[in-house]
């Protein structure tokens, strides 16, 4: 059999088979790519992310996944349990490894790094999949993506909507920014069959700071969501000038604004290092966030990574975006005190709006996201 050389392991003595579970611990069916590297002692490489494994979605029943995986010319067959705070996964290549082959590697570096917060948040107990394979009448499946399987509810079906601090939020069944009966976003009238979007850019390694990027979009059938981006846009080359109404211009004077703040702010990675006028900068940044969150209520917003402007490409990729909703809440954190076997030790929480949130992801420096929710809060200070 040919081998796979396309991730290497660390050198390490290798002494089970691939096809025997390995398990790796996840946060509320999140999978953070450092604990992947750090559980699995594999090195993330540029090429491991770059060229992931495609993936055929096979079955999911019992908390079990089973989907294969091709890399190069090898395609081998991964069987995956999923529980909120692990997951074990094994790969028919039976290869005999230190920890991880590379096809189970390669797979879930892919889910990890693009994943957003809730890497297998589709897969929970009652989740979006598990009920679309129940009620195939009322979703849309797709066999396609990271996990080879998508859903989402049919046309015509209403939305899931939940109460939090009396606020309404998205259901995890299927993010969204709009109350039932619009068929658009405030101000987002098509334009020669485009729509203006906003993008929240977002440094997957937090060496960048946060920034807002306006670009064009078609819309799906319903009107409610978008199909696939087109290009990005600018003041520059005349793109805006038709999205110039009451409703957009505000958006636009604060997607200039937190570009040129991001330019002069260091990223999260890059804080210990920062000289004095840095962090005055991602100061000021953080401010002009919270000043400008209450714009983009009701524009269709979606998070989606940040590599530098030299891979940005001609257009963003819809399949790296995720519906975002810029929450209300108050985000605050508390240390607890304990005491155990007369040693006291500290312990960090955070609450949103006074109830402490378990499974919570930082992303792009200033926000917070938790499992199964489109919603990202703002930390209440800079500090």
Known sequence: MKKTTAIHPLRKKEHRNAAEPFSIPMQAYALPVETLVTHTGIRKSRKAVLNPPSTRFISFAGRTLILDATLGADTHTLTLTLQPNELTIA?????????????????????????????????????????????????????????????????????????ENNWVTPHRLQPFQHLPGQTNQTGSQPQNGLVLCYLLMMSPRETAAPFILPCAGVLTKDGMEIKRFTHYLSGADGGLSQWLTPEHVPRIKACTELMKGSEKAPGLQNLAEATGEEAEALAELFHLFRSSLSLFSGAFLYSHPWWGKKRMGSHPLRRSATPVVLARGTVTLRFRLHLGNGVYTLTLALLISGKEAEGYRIEGAFFISLPGSSSLYMFSSPR
């Not at 009448?137 to 990271?146: A, K, L, M």
């Open 91 to 163: 790969c028919s290549c039976a290869a005999p490894v230190a920890t991880l082959c590379p096809h189970a590697f390669g797979y879930l570096l892919w889910v990890a790094s693009y994943g957003n917060s809730s890497s297998f948040g589709e897969f929970s107990e009652e989740g979006v999949i598990e009920t679309a394979l129940s009620h195939p009448s009322s979703f849309n499946i797709q066999y396609t993506g990271r996990h080879g399987i998508r859903a989402e509810l049919k046309n015509g079906l209403g939305r899931v909507y939940e109460l």
